[in-house]
């Protein structure tokens, strides 16, 4: 379910579960989500909202209130209706973006499009979905390939070409090693090279 999240993305989906139970919760929901985000990825909160985020007891201004026990983390927690429409919400984000993968950028503004304590917080401390977008594209490095014509004499690299370019680069990078900044690399590199 998760293949096409990056590895932050999945990290918060699991502080998310996490969260949940510690807090007793009997499925993960958004408050849940957004605190893990607080959590797991502070740096795009600064970027967000120029410096550190004003959010020092979230879980208090969510609401959030210990509802029983705290649940072993080996349990496994299911995702709450809203939960499921916020991931949804990514997916689409990430697919509108023409982004291959969802990144925590893309769970915010899922998080944002679905009315809930943690959206209302949200825009509390002035995220909304207009701008939060507005900076996601800025920031992310979006492999967009535009369908080009066919008089256009320069077609997207395919995937070899890519390997190969990497490849190249990997060989000047390599060249330019003298053996006594790097010898377990040099002598593997002569050694390759050899056979």
């Not at 893990?36 to 201004?61: C, I, Q, T, V, Y």
């Not at 053996?179 to 040099?186: C, W």
Request: hydrophobic share 40%.
């Amino acid at each position: 379910m998760f293949e096409l999240y990056t590895e932050k993305a999945r990290r918060i989906i699991f502080f998310a579960r996490y969260e949940a139970s510690q807090w007793g919760a009997g499925s993960i929901d958004t408050s849940h989500l957004l605190l893990a985000m607080l959590r797991e990825d502070k740096a795009l909160f600064e970027k967000l909202m120029g410096s550190a985020p004003p959010f020092d007891n979230a879980a208090e201004l969510l609401g959030l209130k210990l509802s029983g026990e705290k649940v072993s983390t080996s349990v496994d927690l299911p995702l709450d209706a809203q939960m499921k429409r916020v991931l949804q919400h990514a997916v689409d984000e990430s697919k509108a973006m023409k982004n291959p993968h969802i990144t925590p950028g893309h769970l915010l503004l899922g998080l944002l499009q679905e009315p809930s304590a943690a959206s209302k917080l949200l825009e509390e401390k002035g995220l909304n979905l207009e701008k939060v977008s507005a900076a996601i594209k800025e920031m992310s490095p979006v492999l967009r390939y535009e369908i080009r014509g066919m008089d256009d004499p320069a077609p997207p690299p395919t995937s070899v070409q890519i390997v190969d370019q990497l490849r190249t680069q990997f060989e000047l990078l390599t060249a330019k090693l003298q053996p006594h900044m790097e010898p377990a690399v040099v002598y593997r590199l002569n050694a390759e090279k050899q056979k």
